[in-house]
C-alpha cells in the first residue's frame, strides 16, 4: 500500500514556475514506477509525465516537453514535477500515482495502469 500526498500548486502568472511535490508513505516506494497526470472538468485525465522506479530519462507528453521536468528521490520517497513556462491551457489539477506492474514501459501514459493516486493540487496559470 502506497499512499500519495502531492502539494506545491497554486495560483501562477503564465511564462512562470512552480514545483509540485509527491511525498509518499508506506513500503518500498523505489519499486513503483512514478507517474503525473492532470485534469481539467469534463475532461479525461491526461499524462503529463512517468519515471522508472529507479529514475533515469523520464518520459513526457508532447505538450510539456522542454518545460516540464520530472525527477524523483528514493531517499526522501518524493517525487518532483518542475514546470517553467506555464501556459494557460496547463490549468488543470495535477496528479501524481504509482504503479508496481512491469515492464514499466508498458502502459505507463495510461491512468487505469497506475495503482495508487494522490489527491491532486491545483495549477492555475493566469494570462
Known amino acids: 500500500q502506497v499512499q500519495l500526498v502531492e502539494s506545491g500548486g497554486g495560483l501562477v502568472q503564465a511564462g512562470g514556475s512552480l514545483r509540485l511535490s509527491c511525498a509518499a508513505s508506506g513500503r518500498s516506494f523505489s519499486s513503483y514506477a512514478m507517474g503525473w497526470f492532470r485534469q481539467v472538468p469534463g475532461k479525461e485525465r491526461e499524462f503529463v509525465a512517468a519515471i522508472s522506479w529507479s529514475g533515469g530519462e523520464p518520459l513526457y507528453a508532447d505538450s510539456v516537453k522542454g518545460r516540464f521536468t520530472m525527477s524523483r528521490d528514493n531517499t526522501k520517497n518524493t517525487v518532483y514535477l518542475q514546470i517553467n513556462s506555464l501556459k494557460p491551457e496547463d490549468t488543470a489539477v495535477y496528479y501524481c500515482?504509482?504503479?508496481?506492474?512491469?515492464?514499466?514501459?508498458?502502459?505507463?501514459?495510461?491512468?487505469?495502469?497506475?495503482?495508487?493516486w494522490g489527491q491532486g493540487t491545483q495549477v492555475t496559470a493566469s494570462s
Open positions: 500515482a504509482a504503479r508496481s506492474r512491469r515492464p514499466w514501459v508498458v502502459g505507463r501514459t495510461v491512468p487505469n495502469e497506475y495503482d495508487y
